[in-house]
């Protein structure tokens, strides 16, 4: 069964980080193929806190998807982005939005052409509502074993054995 693929970048501690995002992967229903690489980085168009792109499928049909998160935010703010973007992740992981051109994006099945003003797109919309509410669900109830239920049983083994060390 394929699952996804999370590397971390950029960030202080990569492993918590790492946790943190199969928490918001398994909140948000998404075990689509994706290779996700989350990136904490000064080096983000201006106006913008993060932001989620659809690179390409790979042959081995794994999606690849890339967070960008300012690391300039101090880190409760950094934990709202990374919520927002996850509701980002989950709607190209799921195919309900779609890059075709640098300029026009597909949204449930309807074309919209990208602007200035993309915060007031209908995926936007979905992001803006519910990115306060994830993040706080996941500030108060962390679960620690989510990365453990994304892994093969070999390797929930070495992270229960690490988690206990």
């Known amino acids: 069964?394929?699952?996804?693929?999370?590397k971390i970048g950029g960030h202080e501690d990569p492993f918590a980080m790492e946790k943190e995002v199969y928490w918001y992967l398994n909140q948000l229903g998404i075990q689509e193929n994706i290779h996700l690489t989350v990136i904490f980085t000064s080096i983000i168009p201006k106006g913008f806190d993060g932001l989620t792109v659809s690179r390409k499928i790979l042959g081995n049909g794994y999606q690849v998807l890339m967070v960008r998160i300012n690391k300039a935010l101090v880190e409760r703010?950094?934990?709202?982005?990374?919520?927002?973007?996850m509701i980002h992740v989950k709607q190209y992981a799921k195919g309900e939005l779609k890059l075709l051109k640098s300029n026009t994006v597909?949204?449930?099945?309807?074309?919209?052409?990208?602007?200035?003003?993309?915060?007031?797109?209908?995926?936007e919309k979905e992001a803006y509502r519910n990115d306060h509410v994830l993040a706080v669900q996941q500030r108060q109830k962390p679960d620690i074993t989510t990365l453990a239920s994304f892994k093969s049983k070999a390797d929930s083994l070495v992270y229960m054995r690490e988690v206990q060390h």
Do not use: D, F, T
């Open 1 to 6: 069964m394929a699952q996804p693929i999370v």
């Open 77 to 85: 703010q950094q934990q709202k982005v990374l919520a927002h973007e």
């Open 106 to 123: 597909v949204w449930l099945g309807k074309k919209h052409r990208l602007s200035k003003i993309h915060h007031r797109g209908p995926w």
